[in-house]
């Protein structure tokens, strides 16, 4: 009974593995799945690390180093980083799925 119980487990999570890599320039991605097929990036800049909601962002990022709303969590890294979330404006739920993307990686 134990060792089906952790063979269910471990098929369960194997397909999280398989939905996540690492791109150019050390960001890393993971893609959703069900209908929520949403992106989850991170990247590490200048002691920092962005946790960054569409490719598009990150691309934005790259380009500018800038976003223009974030959510920052002081000493919130694994070695005590500072952790900016993108936000938007008037909606929560975008800071909201990034965090506990974030919450689930670490």
């Not at 593995?17 to 989850?40: H, I, L, P, Q, V």
């Not at 919130?76 to 919450?103: I, S, Y």
Request: charged content about 20%; glycine content about 10%.
């Amino acid at each position: 009974m134990r060792l089906t119980t952790i063979l269910v487990l471990l098929a369960l999570c194997l397909p999280a593995c398989k939905n996540s890599s690492t791109t150019e320039a050390g960001a890393s991605r993971s893609m959703g799945s069900g209908t929520m097929a949403a992106d989850y990036y991170e990247v590490p800049k200048d002691g920092r690390i962005y946790v960054l909601g569409s490719e598009a962002s990150m691309t934005h990022f790259r380009e500018t180093g800038h976003l223009p709303y974030t959510k920052t969590l002081i000493g919130a890294g694994p070695n005590g980083e500072t952790v900016v979330f993108e936000a938007e404006a008037k909606d929560t739920a975008l800071q909201e799925r990034l965090m506990a993307g974030w919450h689930d990686r670490h």
